[in-house]
């Protein structure tokens, strides 16, 4: 049941294809759990670390940080980012941070 | 997922037969790519590109100032004047901060970054023993297969030769 609610929040939002949402800034940190739900994560305080920078960069600079510039700013290693967001981290921690698709190389 | 339609997840086996710092990025930039969108990547390096892997060589690799007609990025310079002493050091120093400066790590700083992503590193047995080297001689976690074993690995992978 809470599932269940938690996953109606995306009825409203709007995604494109490959399941990023389109408009950013209509993101929420529940909006985040319920894409991570998704995705089948479960989101912890290490998830929200990466989460939260990918959005801070993102406000500052109009675009998703690189998955080195989160590795290299933050204190989560290359290893743990592979586990936190099993999948490809650089998509899936976008989608659920609410930013487009990434394009950088690195 | 495969983009194919079928359920076997995607992935990508490089062969890296060239050691000059130009030949290397491509397979690194490649394979951790391949793993930041959840693509399978195994990298086997052959011949020249066991430099990329040997302890004592992947951060000195360099770039070739003579035969090299793409040169001029960095330098307008002919080939008659690249065989001059040093000249290929400079380019490589050139390369080595253009490569900086987009954020791009060294070499060994790179093999670990996709070692740590997942990727598999391997090392060619017979190029290995032609060029007197061991296990111990590569990076850490680097593993000596041969290339029957490789092809057995790489099945289903859609293959890359650089």
Redesign the interface.
Same mark, same amino acid.
């Given at each position: 049941m809470a599932q269940e609610a938690t996953l109606d929040i995306l009825n409203n939002v709007e995604f494109d294809d490959d399941g990023f949402m389109v408009d950013p800034n209509a993101w929420t940190p529940e909006i985040g759990e319920a894409i991570a739900a998704r995705e089948g994560i479960e989101l912890t305080d290490r998830h929200w670390v990466v989460i939260n920078f990918a959005r801070q960069e993102f406000e500052k600079n109009g675009q998703p940080p690189t998955l080195r510039r989160i590795t290299k700013t933050t204190d989560v290693s290359t290893k743990e980012i592979y586990k936190l967001f099993p999948g490809g981290p650089a998509k899936v921690a976008a989608k659920i941070a609410g930013l487009g698709k990434p394009t950088g190389c690195i | 997922m495969s983009q194919n339609g079928d359920s076997k997840p995607r992935k990508l086996s490089i062969i890296c037969s060239k050691g000059s710092l130009d030949m290397a990025y491509p397979p690194l +930039?490649l394979a951790? *790519?391949a793993?930041?969108? %959840? +693509?399978e990547a195994d990298l086997f390096f052959t011949f020249w590109g066991l430099d990329i892997i040997t302890k004592s060589k992947m951060d000195k690799l360099n770039v070739a100032t003579v035969g090299n007609p793409n040169m001029h990025p960095w330098f307008h310079i002919p080939s008659i004047i690249g065989i001059l002493p040093g000249m290929s050091a400079a380019a490589s120093w050139m390369m080595r901060r253009e490569i900086d400066k987009? =954020?791009?790590?060294p070499v060994g700083e790179f093999l670990e970054?996709v070692m =740590? *992503? %997942?990727t598999g590193v391997y090392g060619c047995k017979m190029s290995m023993d032609m060029m007197k080297l061991t296990e111990k001689d590569l990076v850490d976690g680097a593993k000596v297969l041969g290339a029957m074993e490789f092809l057995e690995m790489a099945e289903g992978a859609q293959v890359l030769f650089i």
């Open positions: - | +930039i951790n *790519a793993r930041m969108s %959840g +693509i987009l =954020d791009f790590p970054m =740590d *992503a %997942g």
